[in-house]
DNA sequence: CTTGACCCTGTAGTTCCTACAGGGTGCATG
DNA sequence: CATGCACCCTGTAGGAACTACAGGGTCAAG
């Protein structure tokens, strides 16, 4: 039970279904910090690292840009900031996470439809389309 | 109430929060159909077209692929297909869809914690990084 | 001490748009 | 009726976020 030994950037790809390549392009664009090297100049990452490359890629998975990334990380990383900043940010991105929880939920319903349909002829009267249509301002 | 005229791109892209240049993009990977033209070579479009491209948005948004969307799009287009495919289908989306929506509730939760903080001092603990971090295979 | 899996840097290609350039359409207005 | 001005057309080039090599080094196993 001793700290976990570090990760190479293989193991860190693997756990969180991430190309190696990828992953040396975050750190690249400073979304994810430069780890240690070993004496064989090899990437070695901590737990840190796995949570945040983590977040990063289920972020970007909801269709966050990396940019609204970067804006929530620093939101968690720089915990004295500005109170009224970070609060408008966290509006901001609240409102647009519930847009999208909106959309998911209505999609995810006529999905379990068509689902729960087929099994006789054909899929009668698919309302797909319907669940992700106009219904306010898709900003 | 007769039927709506017809839309120019200017107009559907307005409608959808879309660039103009974006709507011509889709219509030549053929996700939106090639409409109608006026006799000075401007497309028409009509509400169907408007519902196709408030799907495709908003999927986009979502974190979809544009091949996923053509997928999910022709589940609605060819009712006659095959049950057991768009059964298949249906409920491989559907997997992904309750993932992103576990997710993203989860996101919200946590932003809404930091907002509720915020009237203090400073954001004590932040575990928006917590919130997408790993907890099954994010595939 | 070699072999194979893995790492390094760098550059070029893919996807999904986004931004012009150069030119035509269409309607209001003097 | 002509002359703006806003909008449309077809390109092609650029940007964001990866993805895929090429050419070479590291390292544990046998």
Chains 1, 2 share one sequence.
Not at 26 to 53: D, I, M, Q, T
Not at 61 to 66: M, N, S, Y
Not at 94 to 99: G, S, T
Not at 116 to 137: F, K, M, N, T, W
Request: glycine share 6%.
């Amino acid at each position: 039970m001793a700290h976990a030994p570090p990760m190479t950037i293989g193991d860190l790809a693997a756990a969180t279904n991430t190309r190696v390549e990828t992953v040396r392009w975050y750190e690249k664009v400073k979304l994810l910090p430069a780890p240690e090297r070993s004496a064989g100049n090899y990437r070695l990452y901590g737990p840190e690292h796995l949570r945040r490359l983590s977040f990063i890629r289920r972020g970007r998975d909801l269709g966050f840009t990396v940019d609204q990334i970067r804006e929530l990380l620093a939101m968690a990383d720089d915990r004295d900031r500005s109170c009224a900043e970070v609060d408008t940010i966290a509006r901001a991105h609240l409102a647009q996470v519930e847009r999208k929880l909106a959309d998911l939920t209505r999609l995810a319903h006529e999905l379990r439809d068509v689902i729960g349909q087929c099994g006789c002829g054909s899929v009668a009267d698919c309302r797909i389309i319907e669940a992700l249509s106009p219904h306010g301002d898709p900003s």
